[in-house]
């Protein structure tokens, strides 16, 4: 598992790096009112996106793993379920922008939210064809094809300067050659696995699959409405393509903590799947103790000192204008971890079967986000935006974990406690040692940031006693 997850990781910062230099280059070449509109579509393909992606991705992991199905059948069931998804996004997106376009207050992005549709099909099957590398457990083919999508989405800075004059089909250009040439060497991986396609009796009924699909889309699709409706709501209540823009660069770094706690619930879902297909519940809980010791030992102390140095963050990494965003990201940062650890729980549960479970988690989150997310922006504008996702994510994480400990027994301990109330006072320090340090570029405030990070890292792995998650026979990892 811990080859797994250091190659998963790889892959996420890959993303982040390749993400990060994507949005580098929009913030400081376009103004804020034109980064906030192609932030704003940016917003609109990641909410389609989801549909296509973990959702579906984890179900066909999940069905795999299980080593209960005829997997080329099962494989020509996803197919066809991830292409009829595809053919109703496709219309509804297509057909449905003037609506879309009307809720957002602004008529002009009709041809761009149409071109979002051309760009879902080919994500759909690239990320059916990661479930199935996924589910045989293959993370190293899993994560090469991973690093390689940033890196191709980079294309669209070439676009944006060179080949279109407007910014937002620049932007949508560079993600249609990404998409497609990532859904090529996908496939070709696939296909080099056919040799090792499991072969049963027993054949999965349709019905039986889109119930996991579903009940994994329902998750993901809430994860997803959380991190990107808030951007949505902004700009609905504001009507300030600035303050979108603003939260654009926001949203992008708080989102870090995220997209690495995805390393942890992909490759935990099909080893913790098998040991509890197998009835080994106490090895299943020795894992969970140690993907969170993983979690708080490295994870946690990026997440304080980037909350800690979030003005800086914003002023230099994009324009002195951004620090407008500073508390924001400071909540932010933090509501994204507790979505990712609501996640990680989440799909924990997922191995146990406890769909009931996840959906009014699910469910309930998303009811939350609703409710507070317009009442907190209109009132508090950009820190209100945040503090809404800080609020729904944070009640979404606890209620997870609870569920967790009374399916696999209690998996939290004294350590953990100690190792947060010891980041909590990292925190402070930090928050005070920011207000008085001034930088002079980007670079200087990441060295100090990685010099802040360590010693806490050393300190939290020092107290949890993280040991590498050992190999289960059933593993081949």
């Known amino acids: 598992m811990y080859t797994g997850i250091i190659l998963h990781i790889l892959n996420k910062a890959a993303f982040v790096i390749g993400s990060y230099a994507m949005h580098f280059f929009l913030g400081r070449y376009l103004s804020e009112a034109q980064y906030g509109m192609v932030g704003t579509i940016i917003t609109i393909i990641n909410f389609e996106y989801i549909f296509f992606t973990d959702g579906v991705r984890q179900g066909m992991s999940r069905s795999i793993s299980s080593l209960r199905y005829d997997e080329k059948h099962l494989i020509r069931v996803g197919l066809g379920f991830q292409l009829a998804l595809i053919a109703v996004f496709f219309a509804g997106t297509c057909f449905g922008a003037p609506l879309i376009a009307g809720m957002l207050g602004d008529m002009d992005m009709v041809p761009y939210i149409r071109g979002v549709a051309f760009l879902l099909p080919f994500t759909g099957i690239y990320s059916l064809a990661l479930g199935i590398l996924n589910g045989h457990k293959d993370f190293k083919a899993e994560a090469g094809i991973g690093m390689i999508y940033p890196v191709l989405k980079l294309s669209v800075i070439p676009f944006v300067m060179f080949v279109f004059h407007d910014a937002v089909f620049g932007m949508e250009a560079g993600f249609l050659f990404a998409g497609v040439l990532i859904m090529v060497i996908s496939v070709i991986q696939v296909l080099k696995k056919r040799s090792a396609f499991y072969t049963f009796s027993e054949k999965i ?87 969170l010791d993983l979690i708080l030992a490295l994870i946690l102390p990026a997440v304080t000192v980037i909350s800690a140095a979030a003005g800086h963050v914003l002023a230099l990494f994009y324009k002195p204008s951004y620090r407008a965003g500073g508390n924001a990201l400071s909540l932010l940062i933090f509501g994204t971890s507790f979505l990712g650890m609501a996640l990680v729980f989440a799909m924990i549960l997922s191995a146990a079967s406890r769909k009931k479970i996840i959906a009014w988690i699910s469910a309930g989150m998303l009811v939350l986000e609703i409710i507070f997310c317009p009442m907190l922006t209109s009132v508090l504008s950009l820190t209100g935006t945040a503090l809404a996702t800080f609020v729904t994510a944070g009640a979404g994480m606890l209620v997870s974990a609870y569920f967790t400990a009374s399916v696999y027994g209690n998996f939290w301990q004294k350590k953990h406690t100690q190792v947060l109330l010891m980041n909590l006072a990292a925190y402070a320090l930090f928050f005070v040692l920011f207000r008085y340090l001034q930088f002079a570029n980007f670079f200087i405030l990441v060295a100090v940031c990685g010099v802040c990070y360590l010693p806490v890292a050393a300190v939290n792995i020092w107290r949890t006693g993280l040991r590498l998650p050992g190999r289960s026979p059933r593993d081949g990892k």
Do not use: Q
């Open 205 to 291: 009924k349709v019905r039986e699959y889109v119930l996991v699909a579903m009940n994994y889309l329902l998750l993901f699709c809430v994860s997803t409405v959380i991190m990107n409706l808030d951007t949505l709501i902004l700009k609905s209540v504001s009507g300030n393509n600035t303050l979108v823009g603003y939260y654009t660069g926001v949203a992008s770094f708080a989102k870090i903590p995220y997209f690495l706690l995805t390393a942890f619930y992909t490759v935990a879902l099909p080893l913790i799947t098998r040991h509890y297909e197998a009835g080994e519940i106490r090895e299943a809980s020795e894992e969970i103790g140690s993907l």
